[in-house]
């Protein structure tokens, strides 16, 4: 997998070390993006001209026929859509008076940077989750609220002849709802490093993940179920999400001689649903 984290410093005057920020920056960022591990990054639009990427959306050709002997076989015609998506810029800055930082309470540069690393992993959680919603696979289960039923019938939507590793993921305010259900299984029963990063536990073969960026509607939650792995029949298999990087986090600080540091952390990307057929949204009663 490509690192997102990549980071490209420019360094402005002997005393503010940007690549020491950045540093920073990146592993906060990698720690507290949520959506990281359940999608691929795709670094190939570095160094390349272009603001837009066509994503291809292959349909299936059927199942093969059985022909007598002597007799062509007839071709099928791969049908496809496709989707646009275009690179944008994020970015976050904060300004480090000299009173702040001479005042000895506290330490500003480390909360400077550990909320610029909250805002970019915020906005970059929010691009992924809402990609998810471009799916159009909907399990309507609105009538009730979450749990082992519904989430299963979000699953069987996949239509998968083998079960495989999947993410649901679930509002705070379901975590009750979820956490009383019978057939949940919190992470604590699991060894360590069998539950996707990030996950509170495990129900009908999905690891739940706690994110608020679920969409909530008029009383009805929307949880994206993500299928993480390639199916076993082919290598080629597009993965749900794909994050295009097109310039990981780039620091920048400019000094206002006598007023304060100014820290600016932006990249360049966009999230994209490369494969809608492993995202299924489930729809739930709020309450």
């Not at 071709?75 to 690179?87: D, L, S, W």
Request: charged share 25%; hydrophobic share 35%.
């Amino acid at each position: 997998m490509a690192d997102l984290t990549k980071t490209t410093t420019l360094v402005n005057g002997d005393v503010f070390d940007p690549q020491v920020v950045s540093d920073m920056i990146n592993a906060k960022v990698e720690k507290k993006a949520v959506m990281m591990g359940y999608v691929k990054v795709d670094n190939k639009l570095e160094g390349t001209p272009g603001s837009k990427v066509t994503i291809p959306k292959w349909g299936y050709i059927g199942e093969a026929k059985d022909y007598a002997e002597g007799v062509p076989i007839d071709t099928t015609k791969m049908a496809y859509t496709t989707a646009e998506y275009g690179i944008k810029k994020i970015g976050q800055g904060v300004a480090l008076t000299d009173e702040a930082q001479l005042s000895g309470y506290g330490n500003p540069m480390g909360t400077a940077t550990n909320q610029i690393a909250m805002s970019i992993s915020e906005k970059l959680d929010n691009d992924r989750v809402a990609v998810c919603y471009d799916s159009p696979n909907v399990c309507d289960k609105s009538t009730a609220v979450i749990g082992y039923t519904s989430i299963v019938d979000g699953i069987d939507m996949f239509n998968e002849e083998e079960d495989s590793n999947k993410v649901i993921l679930i509002h705070s305010k379901q975590k009750t709802q979820l956490r009383k259900d019978a057939d949940f299984l919190s992470a604590d029963k699991y060894q360590a490093g069998v539950l996707a990063s990030g996950a509170i536990g495990r129900i009908a073969g999905c690891d739940v993940v706690v994110s608020n960026k679920v969409k909530l509607e008029e009383g009805v939650y929307y949880n994206p179920i993500i299928k993480l792995n390639n199916d076993a029949e082919t290598e080629d298999d597009l993965p749900a999400i794909t994050y295009f990087l097109k310039r990981g986090n780039l620091v920048e600080h400019q000094r206002e001689p006598g007023v304060a540091d100014n820290i600016i952390c932006t990249a360049h990307g966009m999230a994209a649903l490369t494969n809608d057929a492993k995202v299924v949204i489930l729809k739930c009663k709020e309450k």
